[in-house]
């Protein structure tokens, strides 16, 4: 046996490959950017722009994400549900159509 790990302890042995650490906000590539850009009608952009663009999406994405936990916390609730999200996008004046509450009751008539 080599005793290397902690067992039951929960403490956790040293690993053989550490897990990286870095920010999320990097798991949009560079071509994703470009992307979105080019739907938007962007036809060229310099290099030095997908760094600014990172952190206004990450701004803009803290305040959304706020926004629905003020909503759940109302509700009691740990979970965010899609109207939380739709309410915070309103209440930001970007509003978004199709989820309304009343679409997703059938009525029979």
């Known amino acids: 046996m080599s005793g290397g790990g902690q067992g039951?302890?929960?403490?956790?042995?040293s690993?053989?490959?550490r897990h990286v650490l870095r920010d999320s906000i990097h798991g949009?590539?560079?071509k994703s950017i470009r992307?979105?850009?080019?739907r938007a009608g962007v036809i060229r952009m310099?290099?030095?722009?997908?760094?600014h663009m990172r952190a206004v999406l990450k701004v803009n994405l803290k305040c959304l994400i706020n926004g629905?936990?003020?909503y759940t916390?109302?509700?009691?609730?740990?979970t965010i549900k899609t109207m939380d999200v739709v309410y915070a996008l309103k209440r930001q004046g970007?509003?978004?159509?199709?989820?309304?509450?009343?679409s997703s009751k059938l009525t029979k008539k």
């Open 73 to 78: 916390h109302h509700a009691n609730r740990k």
């Open 46 to 51: 310099s290099a030095l722009v997908h760094e």
């Open 28 to 30: 949009i590539s560079n």
């Open 35 to 38: 992307r979105r850009a080019r």
């Open 15 to 17: 690993k053989r490959h």
């Open 94 to 102: 970007q509003m978004l159509y199709g989820f309304d509450s009343g």
């Open 8 to 13: 039951a302890n929960g403490a956790g042995g």
């Open 68 to 70: 629905a936990i003020v």
